[in-house]
């Protein structure tokens, strides 16, 4: 069993609630500072504050999308978004120009401390006032989504299935089949456009408001520094786009002839593109949610004892929730609890190979908690996505010669590797579609629902409109966007998708041609935390953070030859 970390400076009782708090963030406002050595008992004394506020958070947010039809759940979340999170800003804007104002701030270990002075200075260079209620109100209007989603649900025969459970049939043999199952999803879905369509455009108000109170145009432009984008720009992300549609779309086509041959139709479908192309049933690598964990936790041990140890840890400790049911939120994640020191995973199986692909990119994300968990001051342990996102991409690619524990047979192993690794590409211009809808829907912050419609249609349309051919169901592809959970919850969180799946194609590179050291290099990374620039923590993996057209090029003939070698 694990426990949480002994508190030093908090009672190991603490109710999270603001009369319980207020003080503490008083006591840390107005505490004396008179050496280097006190501003760093302070500052560990503030992470400790963060850690437990963090995990009370964490598990308020989990237990909600656990049963999104909880009233008492919902309302916790929701006490916590409303009467502590803004009573916190202004305190915690306090306690950031206490630091950067302190007389031995220079005094500070440079190189220990850089990254996390620089993300400091961003925060009170961003903060106002007047966003604090926005920012609450932004919070608890886009946990709709998960309510709204969360309730759909569709009837196949005389049963009733999520949507995700729902998604199974649409890798049956039988076309009719797939047909009907894609078409009760997608007018499911459709019900509720206009209800998703509407709290989009309240979200999106709320937030250009934020950016013009910060001082800058658009909502596009507050992001990238709230986000601390300080390696790359808007303009480095429109290269990327461009570099995807050159050099991965042509390769999707191949893929999507071959398919289309393969089934002997004469255009694909939107429900034709999942269906495994040798006539063979679906994959099934487990049968239910236990023994997808216990395959899992196998799998990790045969890469490294420690990785397959991190796991049981979980599991020993029920930091799983991995079966689809109604009114669980929908997606999957991997959620830090501070104080504890390990994740919680939650995830939506239905028993198909695609869960066996969430559970090993969330244990990634699983993995990199653990190894950061020692780290002096919380904030060390909050990595930019680029860098989060690495750890579980790439740990989907390095568990693959390991799956023969989800496949006895050695032709479906070869099937799975084959899907994975023709997923790897898919992603790409999918981030590549649902980033630049992004930069277009906040840089025209006063559009009508007809532009938006337009507008993701015309950004679709080049990055291969998903290869099918969608001209009699333009309603449901003109949709497509109201899927994706980080458009509503998470605002711009998706580009990172796409620069750390090449970085993680490099780490399975190098994991390929030496598994000791790429595994060793691999984590190597991830142990550092946020303590290191983005391109350091890449060149501690052994690999480059870059994405210009030469590179993506050069990923995808490896990712292609590989695909050839199966």
């Known amino acids: 069993m694990i426990h949480k970390k002994t508190r030093t400076y908090l009672p190991e009782n603490l109710e999270i609630k603001w009369e319980t708090l ?190 013009l109170n910060a001082g800058f145009e658009n909502f596009r432009d507050y992001m990238f520094q709230a986000l601390g984008r300080f390696d790359y720009t808007p303009q480095d992300c429109y290269a990327f786009h461009e570099a995807i549609e050159k050099e991965i779309v042509p390769i999707l086509h191949e893929q999507a002839e071959k398919r289309k041959k393969a089934l002997a139709l004469d255009s694909l479908k939107p429900w034709d593109l999942d269906v495994d192309i040798s006539g063979k049933p679906a994959l099934k690598p487990f049968q239910n949610g236990n023994e997808l964990i216990e395959k899992s936790i196998q799998c990790f041990s045969n890469i490294s004892r420690y990785l397959g140890e991190r796991l049981e840890i979980m599991k020993e400790n029920n930091l799983f929730d991995v079966e689809s049911r109604k009114g669980k939120a929908p997606g999957g994640y991997n959620f830090p609890l501070a104080e504890t020191g390990a994740p919680f995973i939650f995830m939506n199986s239905a028993n198909t190979f695609r869960d066996l692909t969430t559970m090993v990119h969330e244990g990634g994300h699983a993995v990199h908690t653990f190894l950061t968990a020692d780290l002096e001051l919380n904030d060390f342990k909050h990595c930019p996505s680029e860098v989060a996102e690495l750890a579980s991409m790439s740990m989907e690619l390095i568990s693959m010669d390991n799956w023969n524990v989800y496949f006895d047979n050695e032709e479906d192993l070869k099937r799975a590797k084959r899907d994975q690794l023709f997923d790897v590409l898919k992603t790409l211009p999918w981030v590549a579609v649902v980033d630049q809808f992004q930069h277009w829907i906040y840089t025209n912050p006063d559009h009508t629902d007809q532009q938006r419609t337009d507008a993701w249609l015309q950004i679709y349309e080049p990055f291969g409109e998903g290869f099918a051919d969608w001209s009699e169901h333009r309603e449901a592809e003109a949709n497509l966007w109201q899927k994706q959970l980080h458009i509503f919850e998470v605002p711009f969180y998706y580009i990172e998708y796409g620069m750390a799946q090449l970085g993680a194609i490099a780490v399975w590179k190098n994991y390929k041609e030496n598994p000791e050291k790429g595994l060793q290099q691999y984590l190597d990374a991830l142990k550092l935390g946020y303590t290191k620039t983005i391109k350091e923590i890449y060149e501690t993996a052994g690999i480059k953070f870059d994405f210009s057209a030469a590179y993506v090029k050069e990923l995808a003939e490896f990712v292609k030859s590989e695909m050839d070698k199966l």
């Open 22 to 211: 207020e003080p503490l963030f008083k006591e840390l406002t107005e505490r004396p500072i008179n050496s280097v050595e006190e501003l760093e008992h302070w500052l560990h004394d503030v992470s400790e504050l963060s850690a437990a506020l963090e995990e009370d958070f964490a598990w308020r947010y989990i237990r909600m999308t656990c049963d999104t039809m909880s009233e008492e759940l919902l309302q916790k979340f929701q006490y916590y978004a409303t009467e502590i999170e803004p009573k916190i800003a202004p305190y915690a804007n306090e306690l950031n120009k206490k630091l950067v104002n302190s007389e031995w701030v220079d005094k500070l270990d440079h190189d220990k401390y850089f990254i996390y002075l620089r993300g400091v200075k961003k925060s009170l260079e961003l903060f106002r006032e007047e966003n604090i209620p926005l920012q609450t109100e932004i919070q608890v209007e886009q946990q709709k989504y998960q309510s709204i989603t969360g309730s759909m649900s569709v009837h196949i025969g005389d049963k009733e299935f999520t949507l995700e459970q729902a998604a199974v049939f649409l890798k049956d043999t039988d076309r009719s089949k797939r047909q009907e199952v894609w078409e009760k999803i997608t007018s499911r879905r459709l019900q509720d456009k206009e209800q998703l369509n509407q709290l989009f455009d309240q979200l999106r108000v709320l937030r250009h408001k934020v950016a």
